[in-house]
């Protein structure tokens, strides 16, 4: 302010000074209220997300002490843990079980379901009823083709054709002529999708074969018996790890030169690619399987937001090879590969 010459400022011109900030003040205020005060009525203030504890039922086809499954169920906590909801995980092979376990969980009106459908007709009821229900659902794993027929939200997973198909080309790549795909759980739509991929995209030969993943002893005996009896096999692809560790033994009881690959990851499979005696695993991350779903119901149920639009979350395929093995370790030794 510019003062006439020769007048000092008196007291009414003070006054006149603090009344002119006041008002600049209020003038500052209305620009960011939209001229009304924040206690004003009309005011629009941000909506606030409902920040009370959720439960999410997990309903897999695993069995009790799985170890892939384990870390799906370690992911899906973790993410409860940070989104303030409760994480009831529960597991059958058998679908007719598995759905009682879906019903269950509807029964009790949870917030919200993650379900895996290795068999998705016997489970499609149940699925189908959840969702009229007002339940929101989530599929990962297995079911991918299904799962919005189903009425699920997304899926979260890999396209077990597709990560058949890759490794089928990296066998081709290696060397091989003849490759076995062997298959732990029967009736399992996924594992039939892998071998199927594989021999798409495989130039030689492939042939399936059964084995049981809750008899770890025998199938080491049926793979022994089989490259024993068959020298043309020099491939040998395992759907599971315990079922690859299984594998090695067996190779190396045949004395057979057969590259053992796999599906999926633990410490043990991370090692044995690091030592050289498995060519390479395909990761399909079973902790973003269980932490993923888990953060998009919380966002559905507390913001209504729909993550994938409609489509897969892929999870995989991701190749574990010597080159990174060493670094997969670490995580898989904590739980979370």
């Not at 917030?111 to 990962?140: C, D, F, Q, R």
């Amino acid at each position: 302010m510019k003062w006439s010459k020769g007048r000092a400022p008196g007291p009414s011109a003070g006054r006149r000074s603090r009344v002119a900030v006041l008002a600049l003040g209020g003038l500052l205020l209305a620009g960011c209220t939209n001229g009304q005060s924040p206690g004003a009525t009309g005011a629009q203030q941000p909506a606030e997300l409902d920040t009370g504890e959720l439960t999410f039922a997990v309903v897999s086809h695993s069995r009790a002490g799985d170890p892939f499954w384990d870390v799906v169920k370690s992911g899906a906590e973790q993410a409860g843990e940070e989104h303030g909801a409760a994480i009831n995980y529960s597991g059958d092979p058998d679908p007719v079980q598995q759905s009682q376990l879906i019903d269950n969980a509807v029964a009790q009106g949870v917030n919200g379901l993650v379900i895996s459908m290795a068999n998705p007709e016997g489970v499609k009821s149940s699925v189908e009823s959840a969702v009229e229900a007002g339940i929101p659902v989530i599929t990962i794993n297995s079911g991918l083709e299904q799962s919005a027929s189903y009425g699920a939200i997304t899926h979260v997973g890999q396209s077990e054709r597709m990560a058949g198909e890759a490794a089928g080309e990296r066998f081709t790549d290696n060397g091989a002529s003849k490759v076995l795909c062997v298959i732990h759980e029967a009736g399992n739509v996924g594992l039939e999708d892998r071998c199927a991929g594989a021999k798409e995209k495989f130039a030689g030969d492939t042939e399936n074969l059964q084995v049981d993943v809750s008899n770890v002893a025998d199938a080491r005996t049926t793979i022994q018996n089989k490259l024993m009896s068959d020298k043309d096999v020099d491939g040998i692809l395992t759907l599971n790890p315990a079922i690859a560790n299984a594998a090695v033994g067996a190779a190396r009881d045949a004395e057979s030169e057969a590259e053992i690959a796999t599906f999926d990851v633990s410490p043990d499979i991370t090692k044995a690619i690091a030592a050289g005696d498995l060519g390479f695993a395909v990761d399909q991350q079973p902790y973003v399987q269980g932490y993923l779903p888990v953060t998009m119901l919380a966002l559905k149920v507390r913001n209504g937001n729909d993550v994938g639009g409609g489509r897969p979350v892929y999870s995989g395929p991701a190749f574990i090879t010597k080159d990174n093995a060493e670094q997969v370790t670490k995580f898989a030794e904590q739980g979370t590969r």
